[in-house]
């Protein structure tokens, strides 16, 4: 099913968990309480959440979609992400949440290089800016947006590229 939409039809749960997928959908300010709501006295929702649009990589990629080299490209562009700051995610559920606890975490991703960050986002956090572009201006849309993320990870002594993955975590009880 959809998870967008009513699921009110599959019954209660003891537990709602969505790890990194509601960035993926849209109206969280609907779709939390909607969520809260088909769990069991007592039951759980525990969410984690990307705050990619926290991460020095999506002004990055911000500057390179605004850049003359690919804004033709990019006329009118969303990328689809619904994000929200712990405060918005806050207001959202502490009308219809008895008990909430919130906290977010950075994750080092040791990496190789940049253009591997690269890859580690190609399906994921990348693939909408991808999808904009024909397949043959991949390779140097990547290379633009590694020139930018020089300067927001710089390479440590030994050339690896420390690449801390905000998220936001929540768990809420009705």
């Keep these: 099913m959809d998870a967008g939409k009513d699921l009110s039809t599959l019954g209660e749960f003891d537990l709602v968990f969505a790890n990194a997928s509601l960035q993926w959908i849209p109206d969280h300010?609907?779709?939390?309480p909607r969520l809260l709501g088909i769990l069991r006295s007592g039951g759980v929702l525990a969410v984690q959440i990307p705050q990619f649009d926290e991460m020095p990589i999506s002004k990055a990629l911000a500057e390179t979609i605004t850049s003359s080299a690919w804004s033709a490209y990019f006329s009118g562009f969303e990328p689809g992400f619904t994000f929200r700051p712990a405060r918005a995610y806050y207001d959202i559920l502490s009308g219809v949440a008895k008990d909430m606890q919130l906290w977010s975490i950075d994750y080092?991703?040791?990496?190789?290089?940049?253009?591997a960050i690269m890859d580690m986002m190609e399906s994921t956090g990348l693939r909408p800016y991808l999808d904009r572009l024909p397949s043959s201006q991949w390779p140097a849309f990547k290379r633009a947006v590694i020139e930018r993320l020089k300067t927001c990870y710089p390479c440590q002594s030994d050339g690896s590229v420390l690449f801390p993955f905000k998220r936001l975590f929540i768990v809420a009880r009705p």
Aim: charged residues 10%.
């Design 29 to 32: 300010e609907a779709l939390l």
């Design 108 to 115: 080092y991703h040791i990496m190789p290089s940049h253009a």
